[in-house]
């Protein structure tokens, strides 16, 4: 294998494993806030897909559809999580994780019911021929996967970093019964990190409805966000970065050496193996009790 083989297979790992990255991001985000793994996460991602196809549909172009959807899936987070989620936060967790799965069924039900399962198209200006650097042939829609994922940890990076909001919503999951006696609106924190997370799912069926289409199973990548974010410790927004990229990137080279069967095999090879040897994560801290 030539170094422009590995290279062309790095930078498709990079690529698929950024869209992984994204939808870890996305479930961590509400996890560290409230403590709940939104379950119906891959529905957010094929709402926000949809919601590109009726809008698409008026005749809008995608760089006028793109933050028209972000604050449709951010309302549409908040919503959820105001009169779904809020009701029952203090049930037992099995009951939160069935409501989740609920909800996620309940959207992919709703779609089906007018699109059916039928495949649509949008057009995009990132969807078009490989672009050619030497050796190497790119598809400039990778270039868009990798590029937005930096843009997004930089401005979720910058955001608890260093605005007010971001800083209440880092103490909100460090504490939140000692946040809100210090005075922090914990009910608006957790309506905001729902609609983070939202928005972050419809941003990644923004960006795979172009290339792979528009239909009721594009949200099926939770499951390698959700494996994305148990290998970062699923309480680390860098871990859940850095869990899928290595996804992405064990996948790509697992199926370029031994095939597309084994190359499914490997995400949950890889939880299975992580779970055994380090159970809190690659970024997560371990926790000693004492009994």
């Known amino acids: ?78 919503a959820i999580e105001r009169l779904l989620i809020r009701p029952i936060a203090n049930q037992p967790e099995f009951t939160l994780v069935i409501v989740t799965f609920a909800i996620g069924f309940i959207v992919k ?56 909001f971001g800083k209440a919503m880092r103490a909100t999951a460090l504490d939140p019964i000692a946040a809100k006696l210090m005075g922090v609106r914990v009910g608006s924190v957790f309506s905001a990190a729902w609609a983070l997370s939202t928005m972050l799912g419809a941003f990644v069926g923004l960006l ?30 860098g871990g859940a970065v850095a869990g899928g990229l290595l996804l992405g990137l064990l996948e790509t080279y697992a199926g370029a050496f031994f095939g597309a069967t084994f190359k499914n095999l490997v995400p949950f090879g890889v939880l299975i193996l992580l779970l055994l040897l380090r159970p809190q994560g690659l970024a997560g801290a371990s926790s000693a009790r004492r009994v």
């Open 1 to 78: 294998m030539t170094w422009r083989i590995i290279l062309q297979l790095a930078l498709s790992g990079l690529s698929i494993g950024s869209i992984y990255a994204l939808v870890g991001l996305a479930l961590v985000l509400p996890f560290k806030a409230s403590g709940i793994v939104n379950f119906a996460q891959g529905e957010m991602v094929t709402f926000g897909a949809y919601l590109a196809l009726i809008l698409s549909g008026f005749g809008l172009p995608y760089l006028a559809v793109v933050p028209l959807v972000l604050v449709g899936a951010a309302m549409f987070g908040m």
């Open 109 to 164: 039900a709703a779609i089906r019911l007018h699109w059916q399962d039928n495949t649509f198209s949008i057009d995009a200006p990132f969807v078009g021929p490989p672009l050619v650097f030497g050796a190497l042939r790119l598809n400039p829609a990778y270039l868009v996967f990798i590029l937005s994922t930096i843009v997004v940890v930089a401005v979720l990076f910058l955001f608890f970093g260093h605005s007010k």
């Open 208 to 237: 795979l409805a172009p290339v792979i289409g528009v239909n009721p199973e594009i949200g099926n990548l939770i499951l390698k966000g959700l494996v994305a974010a148990v290998i970062g410790g699923f309480s680390s927004l």
